[in-house]
């Protein structure tokens, strides 16, 4: 069997058209067309149909390309246990949020010059949704993502997540509030009538909002975004509403933190990566440092979160 043929299934799953995988893949839509033809031809099977002015995959072809991911990672992780040497070498591309680069990654750069001098790191700042989107385009080969127990992510089966840190966050209001105390819920419940601050590049934050609100009984009026953390606290300084944040971040002085609990509120750190390429040398020797880093007492957990100085 082609695999190239088993790939462009793939993407047709992945992307919804044919014109789609065309762009993907530097080919045009009659050759994707023809190539999914033939491999409907040898396995004997309807692999797409019509639907309105594009195409579907049939349940036929649904399975089949749940199969070509498990293949294609198979084939991947052949080549790469073949190859000579099993010194790690050569360029990780990695996409990831502020934190994690900043906290984790960055420290990372001066340990390698000298124990794997031949591993570069070549790094892009990204949220969860955007860096999970390269890694799907083989645009990148690390993703350092994170979601919040209250709104946990769903990873598509092609890829392997393995858990890094957690850290806990709170609400953060202006000083002046005097409000305190009580569970999560109540203390939401005393915000119902504030403004709203959430995310501008990421839903996470506000899905956790939106369903300890629901919890609270009332719809959160969610009326400013922002992606760095000090300018969320500027926000809630100036009095524009209230707004998560994570626990270990230090506030202005103007911005005082209230802890949440039953339900906590924690955000958790990944790293993410195609399972192909699990083995290949520098991904795997980059993904357990990261884990064991991660574990260290003197690191911690980092803040956790946005851009900048922020959540991410």
């Known amino acids: 069997m082609e695999t190239r043929r088993l790939q462009l299934l793939v993407e047709l799953s992945r992307l919804g058209s044919m014109r789609a995988v065309a762009e993907a893949t530097a080919t045009t839509t009659s050759t994707v067309s023809q190539q999914l033809a033939v491999l409907a031809r040898e396995m004997g099977a309807a692999l797409i149909e019509p ?5 579907r995959l049939t349940p036929a072809g649904r399975r089949l390309a749940e199969h070509a991911v498990t293949i294609l990672g198979a084939v991947e992780a052949a080549h790469l246990d073949l190859a000579p040497g099993a010194e790690p070498n050569g360029t ?7 934190t994690a680069i900043r906290a ?9 010059a000298t124990s794997h001098p031949g591993v570069h790191l070549l790094v892009r700042e990204h949220e ?20 919040y127990n209250l709104a946990p992510a769903t990873f598509e089966p092609a890829v ?6 957690t850290a806990p966050w709170g609400l953060g209001v202006p000083a002046w509030d005097a409000a305190d105390g009580g569970t999560t819920v109540e203390v939401f419940a005393r915000f119902a009538a504030h403004d709203w601050i959430v995310n501008s590049r990421n839903t996470a ?3 956790v909002i939106r ?3 629901s919890m609270a009984g009332f719809t959160p009026r969610i009326t400013h975004r922002a992606d760095n953390l000090d300018l969320v606290q500027g926000m809630i ?20 933190l209230i802890p949440l609990t039953a339900p906590d509120v924690v955000l958790r750190a990944y790293a993410v990566a195609r399972h192909g390429r699990l083995n290949w040398p520098p991904l795997a020797l980059i993904t357990d440092l990261l884990t064991e880093r991660s574990t260290r007492p003197d690191t911690g957990a980092p803040p956790g979160g946005r851009q900048g100085d922020g959540r991410s």
């Open 128 to 147: 969860p949704a955007e860096a999970l989107e390269l890694l799907a385009a083989d645009e990148t080969d690390l993703a350092l993502t994170y979601d």
């Open 211 to 213: 369903t300890l609100a």
């Open 51 to 55: 639907h309105g002015r594009r195409v």
């Open 160 to 165: 392997r997540a393995t858990a890094l840190w």
């Open 92 to 98: 990780l591309r990695t996409a990831g949020f502020a």
């Open 104 to 112: 984790h990654l960055l420290p990372l750069v001066t340990e390698l």
């Open 237 to 256: 300084t100036a009095g524009l509403g209230v707004g998560l944040l994570p626990a270990a971040l230090g506030t202005v002085p103007n911005v005082r």
């Open 205 to 207: 934050d506000e899905t």
